[in-house]
């Protein structure tokens, strides 16, 4: 067992037991100066897997970090994707790149995604941060090396809150079905999870029992003493005939006394000064240059800041965000109103929260924080979204208002057939939140970031869809939704603060769609604007229009400024806060009052897009009348890590790409006017 030249079969270099207790330690003081340079990530889970992740990378695992594809390699599955840098320092550690590039981690396009991605880094073997898959990847893995005749291993690592997820237990049984003695799953089994205490939030023990229940092998250990990981590994491996898992006992945020047992701790990184303390801690303050490593991510992100510079669209002067001494913004993040709404509106006995142990963050806790007298219609379900999802339609079923949330692509994506059959088919009154939605929640990548999850939602009979621009409308729309609609709906607001640029006499009627306009620069950016209803708008025959939803509102408005300032053009904004029903009369009299019509989401293109273009092309008013369009949103990829700012910028949903968008329609609208002129002038001759 141990690092191997592929080529030769020799053992490039074999660790103690003291030498792997050595780099555990390393590996921890690398793992913290990283997390404090991205100022983002998970403490608490990279420092409880340590200690195993060492023993696994430098001495159970048969790999060769030359040959990272190496046919024969045993594979290791990182199902818990948020321990991401555990993985990159194990892999770094091996052998497979220098430790020092590490600290790129979760800055944009960096190899050291926020959740790991195998096309991205050598090394890596799949694509995780959706918790509850790893295991399911293995047994597929494992089942191709069974038909391949292959004798290497699939080590799965999962953490305790995970085990929660249906999806693990479908693939445990379907390992134990087929006597997979290839996997061996290990369980960091911290006892924490986000929302606090695993037993506390959704009992999930005892897994020795059920794994055993599942024709499994189990060895219990503790995961920090090395010895006994060493020899768990060794054991397991001589198993036949059934899979292994090792649970093994650990303490979240292990080596690091202000870290330790504390839920705060999970997705947190520490400042500097943190860190100096930790790395004290850890025995680690003269052994780390960490003014040379913090110094490699400072210049990294130094070329990422030049290169989104360059990228992006130039006027005469920076029209960003509070970038000038007028047009001043406040912001606030969307999901703050969502909190707000439900601490106001959660007294109607009927209105029950269900909890996707990501309540804090998405603020659904605020329903039940300090009011004790709701504890009994908080419901914690847990990390599973599919079976919370059917819940929450059988607890509308019986006549209650229940809500559920997560991140949009949890609670939108994961869960998309119950949505579609126990809620939309059956037609019941559930309301879904959307949280983090679009590019807001940056560094943690990909995995986490949902660009898709409106066409789906969109497109379930039944569903109604809501996409507020800022925390006021987001509160206002969660209210009228939780007691008024009463049939499915989806609110998707984002994590990052946003431009507020509504009030409490800003209307806001289900359905129904907003004019907002620029009338004159002003000290607060919200005050340049007037908003009404576009059912009592009256037109003032402006040069195009924009249809927006949700944080693309304020990008919008931030477009009609910077479009009145550099070229006179007088822009009609749409705020289509409701995306489904939407309001098909806005849409084609703006079409028809101005000719020109941008669409903007922070989404793959499409959902608002290919909605308004339906409309359009369906018009019958329109018929036969020049029409010039273009849209803006995700151009069919993937999000990254990144500042969600830089993101904006990145992904090209920013005010200046809408502006930019605009000029050039004009041009086009400009010359087919000419073009008109000159006809109507040459058939007069
Ligand atoms: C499907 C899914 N739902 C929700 C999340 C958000 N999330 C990230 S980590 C985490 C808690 C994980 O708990 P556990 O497995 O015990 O890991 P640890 O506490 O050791 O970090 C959650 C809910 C996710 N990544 N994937």
Not at 114 to 134: A, D, I, M
Not at 202 to 213: C, F, G, I, R, T
Not at 346 to 358: A, F, P, T
Not at 480 to 493: A, C, N, Q, S, V
Request: a negative charge.
């Amino acid at each position: 067992m141990a690092l191997r030249d592929s080529s030769t079969g020799k053992v490039i270099r074999s660790y103690s037991v003291e030498q792997l207790k050595e780099a555990a330690n390393l590996m921890r003081g690398y793992d913290l100066v990283a997390l404090c340079a991205a100022g983002s990530g998970h403490a608490g889970g990279t420092l409880s897997v340590m200690d195993l992740t060492a023993a696994l990378y430098l001495h159970a695992a048969e790999h060769d970090p030359k040959n990272p594809s190496w046919p024969d390699r045993d594979r290791i599955i990182w199902s818990t994707g948020h321990k991401a840098p555990s993985l990159y320092l194990g892999l770094a550690f091996a052998g497979f790149f220098p430790v020092d590039d590490v600290m790129t981690l979760r800055k944009l396009g960096s190899p050291f995604q926020g959740h790991p991605h195998w096309l991205k880094l050598p090394g890596v073997e799949v694509s995780t941060g959706s918790l509850g898959q790893g295991l399911s990847l293995s047994v597929g893995m494992a089942l191709a090396a069974r038909l391949d005749g292959k004798r290497h291993k699939i080590f799965c690592l999962m953490g305790d809150g995970e085990q929660q997820e249906g999806q693990v237990w479908e693939a445990a049984m379907e390992a134990g079905h087929f006597h997979l003695d290839n996997i061996i799953a290990i369980i960091d089994c911290n006892r924490l999870q986000i929302d606090g205490l695993v037993s506390d939030v959704m009992q999930v023990e005892p897994l020795d029992a059920k794994y055993s229940s599942f024709g499994w092998e189990v060895l219990r250990i503790d995961g920090h003493d090395m010895n006994q990981i060493v020899d768990a590994f060794k054991k397991a491996r001589a198993v036949e005939g059934k899979p292994v898992v090792i649970l093994a006992d650990t303490v979240k945020g292990k080596g690091v006394s202000f870290m330790e047992n504390q839920p705060g701790w999970h997705g947190k990184a520490p400042n500097r000064a943190e860190l100096d303390t930790a790395l004290k801690e850890l025995g680690l303050s003269e052994r780390l240059r960490v003014e040379p490593l913090l110094q490699k991510a400072r210049d990294y992100q130094a070329e990422v800041d030049r290169k989104l510079v360059a990228k992006m669209p130039r006027f005469t002067r920076d029209y960003w965000w509070n970038a000038g001494g007028d047009m001043k913004v406040r912001m606030e993040p969307t999901r703050k109103g969502f909190g707000k709404s439900l601490a106001e509106n959660g007294d109607d006995e009927r209105v029950v929260c269900i909890g996707l142990d990501i309540s804090g963050s998405i603020t659904i806790n605020e329903f039940y924080s300090g009011k004790p007298a709701r504890a009994n219609r908080w419901i914690s379900m847990g990390i599973a979204e599919q079976s919370a999802t059917a819940a929450a339609a059988g607890l509308a079923r019986e006549g209650k208002l229940p809500v559920l949330g997560s991140y949009a692509t949890f609670s939108a994506a994961r869960n998309l057939d119950q949505v579609r059959v126990s809620v939309c088919y059956a037609n019941l009154n559930v309301l879904i939140a959307g949280a983090h939605a679009g590019v807001s929640v940056g560094p943690d990548g990909a995995t986490h970031q949902a660009l898709e999850d409106l066409f789906a939602m969109q497109g379930l009979p039944n569903m109604s869809v809501v996409v507020p621009c800022d925390a006021v409308e987001t509160r206002k729309a969660t209210t009228y939704l939780l007691l008024e609609h009463k049939d499915p709906k989806y609110i998707r607001f984002a994590r990052e603060a946003t431009p507020v640029v509504t009030d409490e006499k800003t209307p806001f009627v289900f359905g129904q769609a907003n004019v907002i306009r620029l009338r004159a620069v002003a000290p607060n950016f919200a005050d340049a604007f007037e908003t009404q209803l576009a059912a009592n708008y009256k037109s003032e025959s402006e040069d195009l229009s924009i249809i927006a939803i949700g944080p693309m509102i304020p990008e919008a408005m931030r477009a009609a400024y910077i479009l009145k300032q550099e070229y006179g053009y007088e822009t009609r904004i749409l705020n289509m806060h409701t995306l489904k029903p939407i309001d098909a009369e806005a849409i084609v009299r703006a079409a028809r009052e101005t000719g020109v019509v941008i669409t903007a989401e922070e989404h793959q293109i499409g959902a608002l897009a290919w909605r308004v273009s339906s409309i359009l092309t369906e018009s019958r008013e329109l018929y036969g009348q020049p029409l010039i369009t273009g849209a803006i949103g995700v151009k069919d990829r993937f999000g990254d890590s990144g500042a969600p700012w830089e993101l904006v910028k990145e992904l090209e949903v920013s005010a200046e790409h809408i502006a930019l968008k605009a000029m050039k329609l004009m041009a086009f609208k400009k010359e087919a006017t000419a073009r008109e002129t000159s006809q109507t002038a040459s058939r007069a001759i």
